[in-house]
């Protein structure tokens, strides 16, 4: 089984930037999926971005491409997502997930692994 730690959320201005980690523990797989996803208040949970642990192909929701990149260390067996240019529709908790899984799905309900979250908020 996976174990998935979130860090790095917090307060930001509209504009600002933030970098958000995801520490994978236990045991895990090279044809690993990770996904990164939000659910804001009285929303549903949607699917920002996602990279093939093995390759480092990357998906990304229309919403964020350009100003959110993940990428992952496979040393540190660590995913990050960097946030440029944040804006105040960006706040959300934010949650990692692990899919096993070699093709990309965006679908929640596909990932076996999730972490806590971690709470994103960007001020106007």
């Known amino acids: 089984q996976v174990q998935l730690v979130e860090s790095g959320g917090g307060l930001v201005q509209a504009g600002g930037s933030l970098r958000l980690s995801c520490a994978a523990s236990?045991?895990?797989?090279?044809?690993?999926?990770m996904g990164w996803f939000r659910q804001a208040p009285g929303k549903e949970r949607e699917f920002v971005a996602a990279i093939r642990w093995s390759g480092g192909s990357t998906l990304y929701a229309d919403s964020v491409k350009g100003r959110l990149t993940i990428s992952r260390d496979n040393a540190k067996n660590t995913a990050y997502l960097q946030m440029n240019s944040l804006k105040p529709e960006d706040t959300a908790v934010y949650y990692c997930a692990a899919d096993r899984s070699s093709s990309f799905r965006i679908r929640g309900a596909f990932y076996d692994y999730w972490g806590q979250g971690t709470q994103v908020t960007v001020s106007s």
């Open positions: 236990g045991r895990t797989f090279s044809s690993y999926i």
